[in-house]
């Protein structure tokens, strides 16, 4: 019998509650012993509950209790989620964790404390919610240098743009429609502008090349300024708009890591993952290419993730997994715009063949994308592949037009 | 430094030993320690390889080598791979294996050994090649009740299919196209029978279920017999034909298991895979539905498969894991025609309309699928969904028509 305690009972909590409960036998079987649930960690209180006695809101009784040998932490966000995680590290209790955020700000130092204590720190569910990828990606692909990582990596982006795709609705309309049926949240900006994406991405990026990458050192773009112009430009050059967050080894050993809204062609795998769900993609060097697809986000499938971190940590409680990362580094992701890309301008211009032969200048040969019905002062161009900063300097010395969008071709 | 042997220098074999030296300092950082391959067991001498002297032609040589923990087994077949892998267990050395017909039909014996021994016995490579789902199934799923496992779990009948759906290559000539690319062997009769689709599926259900599933108990139809007209009709019913293999856990606690080549509707995410590649859908209770992608074959992804075994095994080398299934059992199998399924049956009949009549008499109402310049003589139908015996019954009641195929429609 192993005793834990679940601090934090909202969706993702409870969840966790539910799951351990309901497949009580098989998971007791999968563990080697029953896990029982001895402490619940809310302000509010659930008088109705079968666990009632198990809350409370005092989070030293957690930590002081030492018959609790594994912490589940879901209460996302930094404060106090870390300061509460570290504490029950160094007190010597195992943690497992959904919170992203956590992860991608302080997973490095966590993960070392735990090292250090001999603990195991495991958060399986902080990416593409109950898609196994973090265990794939350590384990399973051990054996492989991996070369590249990209997916779609929120859910509620995903289903905006394929709304946005799919059925012609606008960007707001789409939202709104997310927020109604409970995709987005009220304060949906974390998913919106990338930022969600991005943190996940710097978990995938850490754990695949080694070394922590910060949140802050990843260039990140949203969706808030995609239209259905550029959802039908898309489409004229075959490919569809999806939020993708991309990370891949450079030659010189630094990272090319970025999230933005991309092109892809039709033909990519990740180019038919629609609605909310996740597909991630993992590049190696013996694997070729694997996807790995299914519901990103949602109570049940993360907290099954998160009961599979619990069994994994009680199967592994006096001995430790390998498991994690080493420090980051200042200029280990380098600059976007010194990485070569392709992408697709839209320009608004008196006169169309003059801005596109002065980009062209600049550039070299763009292929036109054409739309029916579009105003005759709108050019849209696919660049050729090359360094970003050369594409604005192209942009910058164009005279008499003004840039609409600016997307980028993914090679996925 | 963990000294192992790899059993078989064949395509899998060698490519284990060319990712354990070309990845070998990352893999010795995964492991915590270096891994050196001690014997490689070939009847082939290679005098020019720079491991010219690990390599033995006497099996006796790696079981009696008290330093070897680890044995690697990449021959293939049960005969002499059972034999040798079961002594090595015997004999206290964990194994890993790629052999999907070994551990089909002796993996529940094995693991038991490796169990009652404290050893492991891993096979990530058996299923899949280099997509990781063994051990997902086992861990990262380990919460969820799993309902239902299915894939397209055979690259070289997946690539035969392919062309016929998208090229209108007779299956034939797809086959001698397969064989001479290199993806078909020069008896193809495992893969095209559905033999090998069988033997992972079993391996899968065994996993996923909890009891040794056997091949001998799987219904199994390959695609020897599909014709352009097949994939036609499929087609104008709005699917495509692939081969499936199928394992959904029964209201009274029995299998529904089986092999086949099957309509699935376009909107299928197993509809996409194509060419050699495998694609494995998992259906559980908390995580709704996941979808492993990747390439389900070749030396390199099936051997960073094994290695990433390799690496498993070194670090649980004092800590077997707990993992495996219960012996199987007569009748655990359902008989596949007593359960529901609906088909596409291709009749040719000198009156359509009587037969029609006649079948749905049996059956109820069927659902007509038309092809432009079909003969006049020739049926095409597909059944509501009933127990398979009806269906038989239903077409065995009928006179004077020929049945062309029955083709089942897969709810995937």
Same mark, same amino acid.
């Given at each position: 019998?192993?005793?834990?305690?679940?601090?934090?009972?909202?969706?993702?909590?409870?969840?966790?509650?539910?799951?351990?409960?309901?497949?009580?036998?098989?998971?007791?079987?999968?563990?080697?012993?029953?896990?029982?649930?001895?402490?619940?960690?809310?302000?509010?209180?659930?008088?109705?509950?079968?666990?009632?006695?198990?809350?409370?809101?005092?989070?030293?009784?957690?930590?002081?209790?030492?018959?609790?040998?594994?912490?589940?932490?879901?209460?996302?966000?930094?404060?106090?989620?870390?300061?509460?995680?570290?504490?029950?590290?160094?007190?010597?209790?195992?943690?497992?964790?959904?919170? %992203?955020?956590?992860?991608?700000?302080?997973?490095?130092?966590?993960?070392?404390?735990?090292?250090? %204590?001999?603990?195991?720190?495991?958060?399986?569910?902080?990416?593409?919610?109950?898609?196994?990828?973090?265990?794939?990606?350590?384990?399973?692909? /051990?054996?492989?240098?991996?070369?590249?990582? /990209?997916?779609?990596?929120?859910?509620?982006?995903?289903?905006?743009?394929?709304?946005?795709?799919?059925?012609?609705?606008?960007?707001? %309309?789409?939202?709104?429609?997310?927020?109604?049926?409970?995709?987005?949240?009220?304060?949906?900006?974390?998913?919106? #502008?990338?930022?969600?994406?991005?943190?996940?991405?710097?978990?995938?990026?850490?754990? /695949?090349?080694?070394?922590?990458?910060?949140?802050?050192?990843?260039? #990140?773009?949203?969706?808030?300024?995609? #239209?259905?112009?550029?959802?039908?430009?898309?489409?004229?050059?075959?490919?569809?708009?999806? @939020?993708?967050?991309?990370?891949?080894?450079?030659?010189?050993?630094?990272?090319?890591?970025?999230?933005?809204?991309?092109?892809?062609?039709?033909?990519?795998?990740?180019?038919?993952?629609?609605?909310?769900?996740?597909?991630?993609?993992?590049?190696?060097?013996?694997?070729?290419?694997?996807?790995?697809?299914?519901?990103?986000?949602?109570?049940?499938? #993360?907290?099954?993730?998160?009961?599979?971190?619990?069994?994994?940590?009680?199967?592994?409680?006096?001995?430790?997994?390998?498991?994690?990362?080493?420090?980051?580094?200042?200029?280990?992701?380098?600059?976007?715009?010194?990485?070569?890309?392709?992408?697709?301008?839209? @320009?608004?211009?008196?006169?169309?063949?003059?801005?596109?032969?002065?980009?062209?200048?600049?550039?070299?040969?763009?292929?036109?994308?054409?739309?029916?019905?579009?105003?005759?002062?709108?050019?849209?161009?696919?660049?050729?592949?090359?360094?970003?900063?050369?594409?604005?300097?192209?942009?910058?010395?164009? &005279?008499?037009?003004?840039?609409? &969008?600016?997307?980028?071709? /993914?090679? @996925?």
């Amino acid at each position: 019998m192993v005793q834990i305690a679940v601090m934090g009972y909202g969706v993702v909590g409870s969840g966790v509650v539910e799951v351990l409960q309901k497949n009580k036998d098989k998971i007791a079987k999968k563990a080697g012993q029953p896990i029982e649930i001895r402490r619940i960690l809310d302000i509010r209180k659930f008088p109705g509950s079968p666990l009632a006695d198990r809350f409370t809101d005092n989070f030293e009784e957690i930590l002081n209790d030492t018959e609790i040998k594994i912490v589940v932490e879901t209460i996302g966000g930094l404060d106090p989620a870390y300061d509460y995680v570290r504490r029950c590290l160094l007190s010597g209790k195992s943690v497992v964790t959904s919170n %992203k955020e956590l992860v991608a700000e302080k997973g490095g130092e966590l993960l070392a404390i735990a090292r250090e %204590k001999g603990l195991n720190f495991l958060f399986e569910a902080s990416v593409g919610g109950g898609i196994p990828i973090i265990r794939p990606l350590d384990q399973c692909l /051990a054996a492989n240098q991996v070369s590249e990582i /990209a997916g779609i990596l929120n859910g509620t982006t995903n289903f905006v743009l394929t709304k946005m795709i799919r059925d012609g609705m606008p960007f707001e %309309k789409a939202l709104a429609l997310a927020q109604e049926i409970g995709y987005a949240e009220r304060d949906p900006s974390d998913d919106i #502008t990338g930022l969600d994406a991005c943190r996940k991405i710097c978990i995938l990026a850490s754990l /695949a090349f080694g070394r922590h990458v910060y949140p802050g050192q990843v260039h #990140t773009e949203g969706i808030q300024n995609i #239209t259905l112009d550029d959802v039908r430009y898309a489409s004229a050059f075959g490919g569809v708009i999806k @939020l993708i967050g991309r990370a891949a080894k450079r030659g010189d050993g630094r990272l090319d890591c970025m999230v933005a809204p991309m092109i892809l062609p039709a033909s990519s795998r990740l180019a038919e993952v629609n609605d909310v769900f996740n597909g991630i993609m993992v590049r190696g060097d013996a694997i070729g290419e694997v996807v790995f697809y299914g519901q990103g986000a949602g109570k049940l499938p #993360t907290a099954s993730a998160v009961v599979a971190d619990v069994i994994d940590e009680v199967k592994h409680i006096n001995s430790p997994k390998l498991f994690g990362w080493g420090p980051g580094e200042d200029g280990y992701v380098s600059d976007h715009l010194q990485n070569p890309v392709s992408a697709m301008i839209r @320009l608004k211009c008196g006169d169309t063949k003059a801005v596109r032969d002065e980009i062209e200048a600049g550039l070299g040969g763009c292929e036109r994308v054409k739309v029916s019905n579009a105003p005759a002062d709108e050019l849209a161009l696919v660049t050729p592949k090359t360094e970003e900063f050369r594409i604005n300097q192209a942009l910058k010395s164009v &005279s008499g037009a003004k840039l609409l &969008s600016l997307i980028r071709i /993914a090679d @996925l």
